[in-house]
């Protein structure tokens, strides 16, 4: 593409921010304004201009499935040759090239997890955990890590302690982590970053090395950012200026990770001299959910006014409502209901979502969803590349490219995937047979979705890549996911449950930073929402009705919400 046409189709916001090729710029971002089209078309703008060499381009984001769709959207775009990676993974991979040269020898192992290290750390010191302890403690691990604490210094900052654990043995506890782990030459994830970081802080010729690979930075949802990963950044920027930052503080909801908002915030004064683009126009939402959003988020520090793109579509949005119901299964129940009425007026199931603040939720809405006959898939439970019929359909796909060419794509998967049981129409009965149908013809679809002319090899090559960094298709079936795993993902309709004190916000929220980290929670979760929104609360759990309050931010929603009643 020529950089006039890749300039083509943005808004002139979008555009501003990808013309900012050189110097500190800071974009912010806020939900369903187009940051990755925004950012990605900047990153291939400087390539197509020759303001970027590709290989010296890195673009930093959290999660492998965010990495893989830059990679995938760079590559359409023409500028295949940058670096899309996770912090995690750019540290690691610096760290494999540079430990034999610096320590000598094989860089230590990644550990695959810290519960069996605790374990044995807590038998050491005679302690009898539970797992559950064992796994918050894993957590204050990684937060103590991220945060550039000392043992000495985390004991100082007031956390509260897993369990029965007293500071003092939790103390001891983190300590023999670390000398078990050194004793076993292992390494964790945290320490990717610290070891690298550590690695550049300390030897000259790694510096010079990495900041000679790497001129031009770029890091999506900056928001989420910890102080382990800032220090990690400034190390490979050194003395340079060129980072763009991409972010939204009022999606800052990973706080108790060791996540901070202060470093978005605080861009504009630390590069006084910063490019500053705000895209604040919503292509994703209709206006009456923008206005909830809005609405939830006013004048709360950093947040962004939203502007729908949809405001003179000639069929206006429902308002989105908020119901209540005498208990969970009741709630349950009535979503299931209205969930299969919106299939049968002819709503995909796969543009249907349901959201909850803990994945206990979930189980009421399986049961209820089930008995309703509507199909129904857990975000985050088994991956669809983890299936045991997809990674069987995978490989006998790249076994055909090998040795069939020169035929239509289509039919190409389509008699692969058939000698496996798939058929152009789908069987009549639900359970693991209709289930395996969907995945099959999951992989189907993203035949169909090919671009013209591709081949069956450079499809099958396309299809490991998405294997790689988790990268689902779309399967028939309406999602159950908590708030925090809904982010960066949206649907048409959007029914989020459970809008009560002590789940929204949780109930271990008790300091007002608390409490705004679980209002920024929900704004996320309404944000998901393209035409329908659905609120909900349930009375009490298990029958004891007026045992729970609706959530306070049902009031702050005032007349953005239409209040249809008890159920």
Not at 153 to 182: C, F, H, I, S, V
Not at 408 to 426: A, C, E, I, T, Y
Not at 539 to 564: C, D, K, V, W, Y
């Amino acid at each position: 593409m020529t950089p006039d046409e890749l300039l083509n189709g943005l808004d002139a916001e979008q555009r501003v921010a990808a013309e900012a090729l050189l110097g500190p710029v800071c974009i912010l971002a806020g939900a369903g304004t187009g940051k990755t089209r925004a950012i990605t078309h900047r990153i291939a703008y400087g390539v197509a201009t020759g303001a970027y060499a590709p290989n010296r381009v890195m673009a930093l984001t959290f999660t492998t499935r965010a990495a893989a769709e830059l990679r995938g959207r760079l590559r359409s775009l023409g500028a295949g040759g940058v670096q899309a990676r996770t912090f995690h993974a750019a540290a690691l991979a610096q760290l494999n090239h540079f430990w034999p040269v610096v320590a000598g020898g094989r860089m230590p192992e990644l550990a695959p997890g810290k519960a069996r290290i605790l374990g044995h750390a807590a038998q050491v010191l005679k302690l009898k955990l539970d797992t559950a302890t064992l796994r918050d403690a894993a957590s204050e691990i990684e937060f103590r890590k991220v945060s550039g604490l000392s043992i000495d210094a985390y004991g100082k900052a007031g956390r509260p302690t897993p369990g029965n654990l007293r500071p003092d043995q939790l103390a001891d506890l983190m300590a023999a982590y670390e000398t078990l782990k050194d004793e076993r030459k292992l390494i964790d994830f945290e320490d990717v970053l610290l070891v690298t970081a550590g690695m550049i802080e300390s030897e000259p010729q790694v510096a010079m090395q990495v900041r000679e690979q790497y001129r031009f930075f770029v890091v999506d949802e900056y928001q989420d950012v910890s102080p382990l990963q800032q220090q990690l950044l400034e190390l490979w920027l050194g003395d340079r200026r060129d980072v763009c930052v991409v972010g939204d503080a009022s999606q800052t909801i990973y706080s108790f990770a060791g996540a901070s908002s202060g470093f978005l915030l605080g861009f504009e004064r630390r590069w006084e001299d910063a490019t500053v683009v705000r895209l604040e126009q919503n292509y994703r939402s209709q206006p009456p959910i923008v206005a909830a959003a809005n609405e939830l988020m006013r004048g709360r520090q950093g947040s962004l006014v939203l502007h729908s793109a949809h405001a003179d579509d000639e069929a206006p949005a429902p308002t989105p409502t908020v119901t209540s119901h005498p208990n969970d299964p009741a709630e349950a129940a009535a979503v299931a209901a209205s969930v299969a009425a919106s299939i049968a007026a002819g709503v995909a199931p796969e543009t249907i979502a349901i959201l909850y603040r803990v994945n206990v939720q979930s189980g009421a809405l399986e049961t209820a969803l089930a008995q309703a006959g509507v199909p129904y898939r857990i975000h985050g439970a088994q991956r669809f590349f983890d299936q045991p019929e997809v990674k069987q359909a995978v490989l006998a796909l790249r076994a055909a490219s090998v040795t069939v060419s020169g035929e239509p794509l289509f039919k190409s998967v389509s008699d692969v995937l058939r000698s496996l049981g798939w058929s152009q129409n789908p069987p009549e009965a639900a359970g693991a047979v209709r289930d395996r149908w969907e995945s099959l013809n999951a992989l189907m679809t993203l035949a169909d979705q090919a671009a013209p002319g591709t081949s069956f090899r450079r499809f099958t090559d396309e299809l490991l890549e998405r294997q790689a960094g988790q990268h689902e298709p779309t399967v028939r079936a309406v999602t159950l996911a908590t708030l925090h795993s809904a982010k960066g993902l949206e649907w048409d309709e959007v029914h989020i449950i459970g809008l009560s004190e002590g789940l929204v916000p949780i109930s271990y929220a008790k300091t007002f930073e608390q409490v705004d980290e679980e209002r920024r929670l929900l704004y996320v979760g309404i944000t998901r929402a393209k035409r329908r929104l659905r609120l909900s609360w349930s009375e009490s759990g298990a029958g004891r009705a007026g045992a729970r309050q609706p959530s306070r931010f049902l009031a702050e929603l005032g007349t953005r919400i239409e209040r249809a009643g008890r159920a």
